[in-house]
C-alpha cells in the first residue's frame, strides 16, 4: 500500500490502538493523530507510543489526515462523524470500527451531508477479553475478518483506501450490505450475547443463586462468558440493531418450542437428530475455518 | 481411609478410568476388576494399566468387590444395576456417575430391591473434552465438585463409604436430595445445553448457514462449545430430567421475554441494569470459585 501521511484514530482503546500499532508496523503510516474524550486513555497512548500526537478533539485530529479511523462505542459515532465530516480535507477518508451498520449509515448520512460518500462503514471481528489501550496488540487484526458496507454513494477510492489499510494489518475483508451485516451479527453474535445475559440475569435473581452458581462448571462458564461483556456497550448493540435482533430472538424461540415439545413427548429419536445435526454443522464450522475464530 | 481390597469399575471409559486411577494413586484400593460391554476398550484398560482384571460382566466384577462404582451411560445404569444387586455381598457398597438422579433413584429401587440401601447415587461434575479410557487422568476429579444423593433407606455406612472414596481422590462432596440435585443441574447445566443445541440448530437449518457461521467469532464458539457434547449422553439427560428441565426452560423463557420487551421499547437504562447485575452475578460467582470451574 501507498504509505499515508497522517492517520486520524479517534478512541484510542483496544480496537484504535491495535489498528494504530498494526498499521505502524506494517509500513502504511507516517505519523498517527489521536483523540480520545478520555485524556487519561490519550496520555497512555501517546507514553505508550501507540499515537505520535494528541489532539485536542476528533475535529482537530482529523485535519489534515489522509484517513479517520473512529473506534467509539457506537452511539457516540454520529457526534464523532458530524465533528470530523466538517473538518477534513474532500479527499480524505473516514472508517469506523461499529458493532452494528444499518443505524450507523442512517445517521452518518444526516451529519455528513456532502461529506457521506468519503464513509466506509466498516466493523473488525476481533477483540480480548481486556479492554484498553494497555490491551492493544499489533497481532489484534491478524486473520481477523473485517467487514466493510459501503452504499451505492460511497467513493470507490474510499472502499479501496479502506479494505487496503485492512488488508495490511492481516485482516481479511467482506463487503455486505449494512442490513445484511447487521443480519448476519444478529445471528451470531447479538442473540447469543442477549441469551447468556438472561441465562444469568434469571439464575441471579434467584434466592439460592449462589448454590447455584456453585454446583456450575466450565461448560457454564463458557456458554457465559459472553455475560460479563459490557452491559453499555451491549445495550447499544441490542437497540441499534433491535429490528434483526427480535426477528432472530422469534425464529430462536420457535426452534426452542421444538426441542421442549420433543422432550415433552418424550420423541428421543428426533431429539437426539436435531443435536446430532447441530453437533455435526458445529463440527464443520469449526473443521472448515482456517484458524480458530477470534475474540469478539 | 482404610485400603479396600477389591473395587469393580463397571464402565471403564474417561469417568471410570479416571476413578480407578485416582483410588489407585491415593492407595484407596488393591485390586481393580474391570467389566465394559465394548470388549475393546475393556482390552485397553488392562493394558494401560488403569485396571488389574477384567471381568467378563458387570456381576461377575461385582462378585467379590467391596465397592462397585457404575460409570455407564444413564439410560443403561438400571440393568447394570439389576445384575449387580443380584451378585454382591450384602456389605458391599454401589455408587454411579450419572448424570440425573430422580430416575436412576426410582428405577433403582425397583431393580435392586432389598439391596437398595447399599445404593448411593452420585455425580461427579467433572469431564474432559475427550472421552474414553485413553483420556482418563489420575487428576480427573482434584477439586472437582460430587453430588451424593442418598435416600431415607440408604445406609449411613455405605455413604461414609462413597463419601471417603470421593474424597481420597481429590473432590469436594455435596450431599443433596435427588430432586434437589436433579433441579439444580436442570439450571445450571442442562438447560445451557438445550439453548446451546437450539442456537446451532436454528443457524445450521438455514440456506446461508455457512456464510452465517463463516462470521462466527470466539464468543459464539465458546457459547455453543456444549452443543458439541453427545447428542445421546444429551437426549438421555433431557429425558430422564424432563420435567424439572421443562420448568427451568418456562423460568428462562420468561426471563427472555423481559429482555425481548425492553429491547422492544428501547427501554435502555432498564436493559443496561439487568445486563449489568448478570455480569456482576458471574463475576461474583468466578471470584467466589477457589479454582476454575471444572469442565462437565
Known amino acids: 500500500m501507498r504509505r499515508l501521511k497522517t492517520v486520524a484514530v479517534v478512541g484510542v482503546g483496544l480496537i484504535g490502538g491495535s489498528f494504530a500499532l498494526a498499521l505502524r508496523r506494517a509500513g502504511g503510516v507516517a505519523t498517527i493523530v489521536g483523540a480520545d474524550r478520555d485524556a487519561a486513555a490519550l496520555e497512555r497512548a501517546t507514553a505508550l507510543g501507540v499515537i505520535d500526537t494528541a489532539a485536542e478533539s476528533a475535529a482537530d485530529a482529523a485535519r489534515g489526515a489522509d484517513l479517520v479511523f473512529i473506534s467509539v462505542p457506537v ?28 443505524e450507523v449509515v442512517r445517521r ?30 499489533v497481532e489484534l487484526f491478524r486473520g481477523a475478518r473485517v467487514v466493510l458496507t459501503p452504499c451505492e454513494e460511497t467513493d470507490a477510492d474510499a472502499v479501496d483506501l479502506a479494505r487496503t489499510c485492512w488488508e495490511a494489518v492481516g485482516a481479511r475483508v467482506a463487503l455486505t450490505t449494512a442490513r445484511q451485516h447487521d443480519e448476519i451479527f444478529a445471528s451470531v453474535s447479538h442473540l447469543p450475547h442477549l441469551l ?8 441471579g435473581s434467584r434466592d439460592n443463586a449462589s448454590e ?14 459472553i455475560a460479563g461483556s459490557s452491559p ?16 432472530e430472538l422469534e425464529r430462536y424461540e420457535g426452534r426452542l ?13 428426533a431429539l437426539e437428530r436435531l443435536m446430532r445435526e447441530a453437533r455435526s454443522a ?15
Open 212 to 225: 447455584l452458581f456453585s454446583f456450575a462448571a466450565g461448560g457454564f462458564r463458557d456458554f457465559t462468558r
Open 108 to 137: 452518518a448520512r444526516e451529519e455528513m451531508r456532502d461529506r457521506f460518500p468519503r464513509f466506509v462503514p466498516g466493523h473488525p471481528i476481533a477483540g480480548r477479553e481486556t479492554s484498553g489501550v494497555e490491551s492493544a496488540t
Open 232 to 247: 453499555e456497550m451491549w445495550r447499544d448493540i441490542a437497540l441499534q440493531n433491535r429490528d434483526a435482533l427480535l426477528a
Open 257 to 269: 418450542a421444538v426441542f421442549r415439545e420433543l422432550i415433552d413427548k418424550g420423541d428421543g429419536p
Open 282 to 296: 458445529r463440527h464443520a464450522w469449526l473443521s472448515g475455518s482456517k484458524r480458530s475464530p477470534s475474540s469478539e
Open 196 to 203: 447468556a445475559f438472561a441465562l444469568v440475569s434469571e439464575l
Open 75 to 102: 452511539r457516540q459515532i454520529p457526534t464523532v462523524l458530524h465533528d470530523v465530516a466538517l473538518a477534513i480535507d474532500p479527499t480524505a477518508v473516514i472508517t469506523d470500527a461499529g458493532s452494528t451498520k444499518e
